[in-house]
């Protein structure tokens, strides 16, 4: 057998596997009592055992694993700041957005940060205030109204 073919039947095996592993957790997890404990199990090892299902299926096509196997590649391209400030300009964007969620709260320092964040870095208005928007959207929607989450009272609000 060639060496591509055996790579070929290891991905294979490999998938199968893990697609097993998962359905294990599935069963032990069905012996649970608590449901809400094992909802999570249940969510995301479905998924898992779905897409190892598909992964076997495409490996099992005719006509796969002849091309030549292609490796991976851990090698990051390099960073190269688009200003003199290079690290400075991270670090201040950081802090930045610290103090405004210190001083103005975190619902709203998180769609004013982006805002500016992509206003800085070329964003037009409309993209700007679309992503600002969404993020307004997302924090209100998910933290706010679906988790509750009481959020510490930024230094603003005493004054107020």
């Known amino acids: 057998m060639n060496r591509d073919r055996r790579l070929h039947y290891e991905g294979v095996l490999f998938t199968v596997v893990i697609g097993l592993v998962l359905l294990w957790a599935l069963r032990v997890a069905d012996g649970w009592d608590e449901l809400r404990a094992s909802i999570i199990v249940f969510l995301l090892g479905g998924i898992g055992v779905f897409l190892a299902a598909v992964q076997v299926l495409r490996d099992l096509r ?14 990051a391209p390099a960073l190269r700041s688009g200003s003199r400030w290079g690290n400075l300009e991270v670090w201040a964007w950081i ?66």
């Open 95 to 160: 802090l930045g957005f610290y103090f405004a969620i210190r001083v103005i709260g975190f619902p709203t320092a998180v769609p004013l940060f982006v805002f500016g964040y992509a206003k800085a870095y070329g964003g037009g208005w409309f993209l700007s205030c679309l992503l600002a928007a969404l993020a307004w959207t997302f924090i209100y929607g998910v933290f706010e109204h679906i988790l509750h989450v009481p959020w510490p009272e930024p230094y603003l609000a005493g004054l107020f």
């Open 62 to 75: 005719p006509g796969r694993g002849t091309e030549e196997p292609e490796g991976i590649h851990f090698d």
